[in-house]
């Protein structure tokens, strides 16, 4: 299945199961009904910016817009199963590495991120508590939580809580690629 395709059955399916009309969801998360009505129906290919606030709406983490909702429960996920998405806007490339949530409440992805490329997200509180581990594997980043920016190098590892703004930010020559470790 498409990735757009992806995302598209499964806001649909995180929308209906938690009884949310277009406009219920438009109004808790600050995204147009028009902007998720074109995501639904797959053709939106919406920004990362955008999803995390899709996904806040819908009480999930980012990657879970991701998922394919299959309650499959097998704990191997191949390379070749792994669901690639390259945001829009910043052109930072995630893959979702993990089996299913019905498998571990763990979450690992993995990013490329391109060098100058900037994400700001304005998570916020959300029903469920999600915890965020971001470890650096190539490259450098800094990350700014609330207010605090750290400067992140390779091998280093940030933990912090989703429940306030966050941003992502590589203003280095050379991409970096890092681990995103969630739990929830």
């Not at 406009?23 to 919406?46: F, H």
């Not at 190098?153 to 703004?165: M, V």
Request: a positive charge; glycine letters at 8%.
């Amino acid at each position: 299945m498409d990735i757009n395709a992806r995302i598209a059955a499964r806001v649909s399916a995180l929308r209906k199961a938690r009884g949310l009309s277009l406009d219920a969801l438009a109004a808790q998360c600050d995204v147009s009904r028009s902007m998720i009505s074109l995501i639904e129906r797959g053709e939106s290919n919406a920004t990362a910016v955008v999803l995390e606030k899709l996904a806040t709406g819908l009480g999930v983490p980012l990657a879970g817009l991701f998922e394919d909702g299959t309650p499959v429960a097998a704990p191997l996920v191949r390379r070749a199963e792994q669901p690639e998405w390259r945001d829009p806007a910043s052109g930072y490339l995630r893959r979702n590495v993990s089996p299913p949530p019905a498998v571990t409440p763990i979450r690992i992805v993995e990013v490329e991120f391109p060098p100058g490329a900037r994400v700001a997200y304005e998570s916020a509180g959300r029903d469920v508590r999600i915890h965020q581990q971001v470890w650096i594997l190539e490259g450098k980043m800094d990350i700014t939580v609330g207010a605090t920016t750290y400067a992140l190098g390779t091998g280093d590892c940030l933990a912090f809580e989703l429940n306030q703004p966050n941003v992502f930010h590589n203003p280095h020559r050379k991409p970096a690629r890092y681990a995103v470790v969630l739990a929830s």
